[in-house]
């Protein structure tokens, strides 16, 4: 009888046992900071707001997951804790929940399954990594051109604009780490320069590149 070879994709993307697929609109949270961390979540198509609120009730804007990323993660520590922050679609999304000891069964006996998510951390860790950089070296309206293009997902071939998901200059602002007047001001000027074009919705093009190159 022939082995069945596990296919870490089709996990992700089908539904089964433990594993369930779901829709979410925008404005609609997958779970909020301080819920128990029950399950973990492989984002199939859309984008992803992760936000934290401190103890004196002031939100700031983490970062923006997309598709073929996991949320939710911390679920998967050895003792069962609650959420580390609360995640928002900000535009329409498809993706596998998956319960908690689903998902650690999986990992401690697919070893394909465990190396994607495992290169999926470090994808992430790496991107923080340079998110900390780019906040610690970089200006405002560098660290604002940066963001605009990762949310666009350049880098993929052929390429040259992106339509990104509605997002408001308050968000902007939080994630680069200043006021929403500098972000209105950066974002008129990459406008006047042909970087963006913005009328409601943002579409970025790769023109955006040239004020994160240059020196």
Do not use: W
């Not at 993307?13 to 369930?20: E, L, Q, S």
């Not at 000891?101 to 470090?122: C, G, N, V, W, Y």
């Not at 340079?130 to 070296?137: E, K, Q």
Request: glycine content about 6%; some cysteine; aromatic content about 8%.
């Amino acid at each position: 009888m022939a082995t069945l070879v596990f296919d870490a994709d089709s996990f992700l993307a089908t539904a089964g046992v433990g594993r369930k697929l779901l829709q979410f609109k925008t404005g609609q949270p997958f779970f909020t900071q301080g819920d128990a961390a029950d399950s973990i979540f492989y984002v199939q198509h859309g984008r992803i707001k992760i936000t934290v609120v401190s103890t004196a009730g002031k939100e700031a804007t983490v970062t923006l997951i997309g598709a073929q990323e996991f949320i939710g993660e911390e679920s998967l520590v050895s003792i069962p804790g609650r959420r580390l922050a609360t995640a928002t679609a900000l535009s329409s999304c498809t993706v596998m929940k998956i319960q908690r000891q689903e998902m650690i069964r999986a990992l401690h006996e697919q070893p394909t399954l465990s190396d994607k998510f495992l290169a999926l951390l470090l994808i992430r860790s790496m991107r923080t990594q340079a998110d900390l950089v780019d906040h610690l070296f970089n200006s405002s309206e560098k660290r604002l051109a940066r963001i605009l293009l990762l949310m666009a997902e350049f880098g993929k071939p052929d390429e040259q604009e992106m339509l990104i998901p509605q997002i408001t200059q308050e968000t902007l602002a939080e994630m680069v780490g200043t006021t929403r007047s500098r972000v209105s001001f950066f974002m008129n000027r990459f406008r006047k320069l042909g970087f963006i074009e913005y009328d409601g919705r943002i579409t970025v093009h790769k023109s955006l590149l040239n004020v994160v190159l240059h020196e």
